[in-house]
Nanobody, 120 residues
Framework: QVQLEESGGGLVQAGGSLRLSCAAS????????LAWFRQAPGKEREFVAR????????FYADSVKGRFTISRDNVKNTVYLQMNNLKPEDTAVYYC?????????????WGQGTLVTVSS
C-alpha cells in the first residue's frame, strides 16, 4: 500500500483560493490514476476530481468543474488540487487516494485528510 499525507487546508472566505497537496510514499504512486475526495460534516465521502497516471486526462465532479484543477508531479510523488472561487458548500475534509477508473474505487487506506473551511 501507499501512505498518503494531505496538507494545505485552512480557513478562507468565500471567493478565495487554496491549494491542497498530497504526498505519497512508494514507487507505485506514479502508475495509477489519483483522485481527491471530500467529506463534509454529517455527509458521506464524495468524489471531487481524478487525474490519469500521466496527467493527460482529468475528470471533475459537476459541483467543482471550472473552479478546481487537479494536477500531479510523479517525480515528487505529489498530487495537487487548486481550488478557486471557493464556496461555503466546499467546506469539508479533503482526502486523496489512488483509484481505479472509471468508478473511482480507492486502493489505499485513507490518510488524515486536510480540513477546508469556507466562510460566507
Amino acid at each position: 500500500q501507499v501512505q498518503l499525507e494531505e496538507s494545505g487546508g485552512g480557513l478562507v472566505q468565500a471567493g478565495g483560493s487554496l491549494r491542497l497537496s498530497c504526498a505519497a510514499s512508494g514507487r507505485a504512486f506514479s502508475g495509477y490514476p489519483l483522485a481527491w475526495f471530500r467529506q463534509a460534516p454529517g455527509k458521506e465521502r464524495e468524489f471531487v476530481a481524478r487525474i490519469s497516471w500521466n496527467g493527460d486526462s482529468t475528470f471533475y465532479a459537476d459541483s467543482v468543474k471550472g473552479r478546481f484543477t487537479i494536477s500531479r508531479d510523479n517525480v515528487k510523488n505529489t498530487v495537487y488540487l487548486q481550488m478557486n472561487n471557493l464556496k461555503p458548500e466546499d467546506t469539508a475534509v479533503y482526502y486523496c487516494n489512488r483509484v481505479l477508473a472509471p468508478n473511482n474505487r480507492h486502493l489505499d487506506a485513507w490518510g488524515q485528510g486536510t480540513l477546508v473551511t469556507v466562510s460566507s
